[in-house]
């Protein structure tokens, strides 16, 4: 009898989906249980031929997951639900962490494109025309799941970026006059961007100016919402509240006010966006923008398996729910 994967999952004391990331490389898994997973397969002697497979019955059972940065741990959650999903149904996923570089992206989609997977998942910074040029012309059922792709017929999951930043500038011009913004990086044309505009949108119904001074850059790490925070504070010496568009740039913010005897929330009101697990722990806990990576995950392989199987469906642009939840650093 020939070896599964079940087999080996449970001789290594693993989920399924733990043996299936350890198969593909995913750095989704610790070292230790990596190995663990590795041992397993030798002692038991599992083969597994995906190519052989791919090319006698053109399944390949293999989905492309291009993500720009492997790091946020949101997208980690987002990418586990995938994977979880993905399993389910027989599939194994295979990664390739652009950073949202177009020339990256492509050479992913060139690279899928030979090992025949079946599907695609692009979690980018930028739904370029060229990008998207690239994955019609490839025929492969694809997915994008970082923002709303108002242009085209390819589907998309997310939040609605535009209306939970709108809600978070409800709630901070309830408590002044104006905010300052942590956006993310400029080139990032898709969540940052839908969330200025949800902004933008706030400022112009208050109507009150939205000033260069109040918006500051960051690249959605905890140091570069520690560097903003500074230079949001610096050029705005009465500023009382900062929305940051993730919550590793918010936490680094309050890390910056703590190191600079600045009182959060008493002075300072800091918000971010996706409720981590850091948001509830940081000090004082994190009000932000909670989005379910999980449920993302799981309508992102729900319309990517209906592309897959040529499943008729109408709603191609779907919105997730979200929730703006108050904690201790706002007031």
Do not use: W
């Not at 038991?44 to 031929?49: H, T």
Request: with cysteine; net charge neutral.
């Amino acid at each position: 009898m020939n070896t599964t994967m079940k087999d080996v999952a449970k001789k290594a004391n693993v989920s399924l989906s733990t043996v299936s990331r350890v198969i593909n490389n995913s750095n989704l898994v610790s070292k230790d249980t990596a190995i663990k997973v590795r041992k397993a397969i030798k002692e038991l002697d599992y083969q597994i031929n995906e190519s052989a497979r791919a090319l006698r019955t053109n399944i390949s059972k293999l989905i492309g997951v291009i993500v720009a940065g492997m790091d946020n741990p949101f997208l980690m959650k987002v990418l586990k639900s995938i994977e979880t999903e993905a399993i389910k149904e027989n599939y194994n996923i295979i990664y390739g962490d652009s950073e949202g570089e177009l020339e990256q992206e492509l050479y992913y989609i060139n690279m899928f494109q030979q090992k025949k997977i079946d599907g695609l998942v692009v979690m980018t910074a930028k739904f370029s025309d060229e990008l998207i040029k690239y994955i019609k012309e490839s025929n492969i059922p694809t997915v994008f799941a970082s923002g709303h792709l108002k242009q085209s017929d390819l589907p998309s999951v997310t939040v609605n970026n535009v209306k939970a930043a709108e809600d978070v500038s409800e709630y901070l011009f309830g408590l002044d006059d104006y905010f300052g913004i942590i956006r993310g990086p400029y080139r990032d044309s898709v969540a940052s961007e839908e969330r200025m505009q949800g902004v933008i949108n706030k400022y112009k119904e208050k109507n009150v100016p939205l000033k260069k001074k109040y918006i500051s850059e960051g690249d959605f790490t905890f140091k570069s919402g520690y560097k903003a925070a500074k230079i949001l504070i610096d050029k705005n010496k009465d500023i009382s509240s900062i929305f940051a568009f993730n919550d590793q740039m918010a936490v680094g913010a309050i890390k910056y006010c703590i190191d600079n005897n600045i009182k959060v929330p008493d002075q300072i009101s800091i918000i971010g966006f996706d409720d981590i697990e850091a948001a509830k722990y940081a000090n004082p806990s994190l009000s932000t923008v909670y989005q379910s990576g999980t449920k993302l995950g799981i309508e992102i392989m729900n319309i990517l398996l209906k592309e897959i199987n040529g499943t008729q469906f109408t709603k191609k642009n779907v919105f997730i729910p979200h929730d703006l939840i108050i904690r201790e650093s706002s007031k």
